[in-house]
């Protein structure tokens, strides 16, 4: 099972929960189970690997070691074994309360639902900032995603002034029309089916490109400056994908790709002389990627056909 389980086509998160049961107990279950109710969080599900303590795994996804034995019912006896889920509960923010219900009104008066019209899968480019929700208005909908302008999104329908996203798994999203213009850049059906797998992830490319000739800085900060493992956990992260914050790190996540089936969106991974992790990119395409080059001095295009980095080249990881 991949680290990172949280996705939808073009933009944006589900929470998928999931209740990964392990032996043991831990009297803290209680505490975090109340803490859900109060606080909107994010799931990841992290299959563990050989080496791997309750500890190292708390350290890498910045939660504490007690919450994460606490959630997966494991007592401080309990060993982990190669291969077993854990289910990492990441930090969130107090819920939004909602006022009470409306009552519902007599059947004469209910305004009769717009009708939904379908169409073929294309892009559409958020122009102010928006959320996207799981049920269309007046429906009430959870909020699954804010989305940013520039945000480019998979829509397949519209229903009165929102329009339908598709989202990784055949679920459909929704965001004001309003709020996106609709483009001709429509998508075949064997990207779509690639995109469905989770295949591909052309957007984050996109998104990468938008910070060409972004000054490099070691440790940078978003938008003045920017380094290599920043810009990949960044483009990710709008996605609902959270990735560590090294080079290194990110190299554990993911599924390894051999190079010839290399697709863009991949995460490319280089070595120094050392033969340490210590540099990332993002795969276009025609062997070319985009990554925060310290040689450049910024946010560049350049090639694996590049004797510099074909000498360097790690491989590849894929979520």
């Known amino acids: 099972?991949?680290?990172?389980?949280?996705?939808?086509?073009?933009?944006?998160?589900?929470?998928?929960?999931?209740?990964?049961?392990?032996?043991?107990?831990?009297?803290?279950?209680?505490?975090?189970?109340?803490?859900?109710?109060?606080w909107q969080v994010g799931y990841e599900i992290y299959q563990v690997r050989s080496g791997d303590t309750v500890e190292n795994i708390a350290a890498r996804f910045g939660v504490e070691a007690a919450r994460l034995r606490a959630v997966n019912r494991l007592d401080e006896s309990a060993q982990l074994a190669p291969g077993q889920s854990l289910a990492i509960v990441l930090p969130g923010r107090p819920r939004v309360k909602r006022e009470p219900e409306p009552a519902a009104a007599p059947a004469d008066s209910i305004a009769e639902q717009p009708q939904l019209t379908t169409f073929a899968p294309r892009y559409a480019v958020v122009q102010k900032a928006c959320a996207i929700t799981n049920a269309c208005p007046p429906a009430r909908g959870d909020v699954l995603w804010q989305c940013d302008a520039g945000t480019r999104v998979l829509a397949n329908s519209q229903q009165g002034d929102y329009l339908g996203v598709m989202m990784l798994g055949g679920a459909t999203g929704w965001l004001p029309a309003a709020a996106a213009s609709l483009t001709d850049d429509a998508v075949t059906p064997s990207e779509l089916e690639q995109m469905m797998r989770g295949g591909g992830c052309a957007d984050v490319v996109?998104?990468?490109?938008?910070?060409?000739?972004?000054?490099?800085?070691?440790?940078?900060?978003?938008?003045?400056?920017?380094?290599?493992?920043?810009?990949?956990?960044?483009?990710?992260?709008?996605?609902?994908?959270?990735?560590?914050?090294?080079?290194?790190?990110?190299?554990?996540?993911?599924?390894?790709?051999?190079?010839?089936?290399?697709?863009?969106?991949?995460?490319?991974?280089?070595?120094?002389r050392s033969g340490r992790i210590n540099h990332t990119a993002l795969y276009i395409g025609n062997a070319q990627f985009v990554h925060a080059s310290s040689n450049r001095g910024c946010v560049a295009i350049d090639s694996l056909q590049d004797p510099h980095y074909a000498a360097r080249f790690y491989g590849a990881r894929r979520l």
Do not use: W
């Not at 939808?8 to 109710?37: F, K, Q, Y």
């Not at 914050?245 to 070595?271: H, K």
């Open 1 to 38: 099972m991949k680290s990172c389980i949280i996705a939808l086509v073009g933009v944006g998160a589900l929470c998928l929960l999931v209740s990964a049961a392990a032996p043991g107990r831990c009297d803290e279950a209680a505490s975090v189970a109340a803490g859900l109710d109060s």
């Open 206 to 272: 996109q998104d990468a490109l938008c910070y060409l000739g972004t000054p490099y800085h070691y440790g940078g900060k978003l938008p003045r400056d920017v380094d290599c493992s920043l810009l990949v956990q960044t483009v990710f992260a709008r996605r609902g994908l959270r990735l560590p914050r090294t080079a290194a790190e990110q190299c554990e996540i993911g599924t390894p790709v051999n190079s010839c089936d290399l697709q863009p969106g991949d995460r490319l991974y280089f070595i120094n």
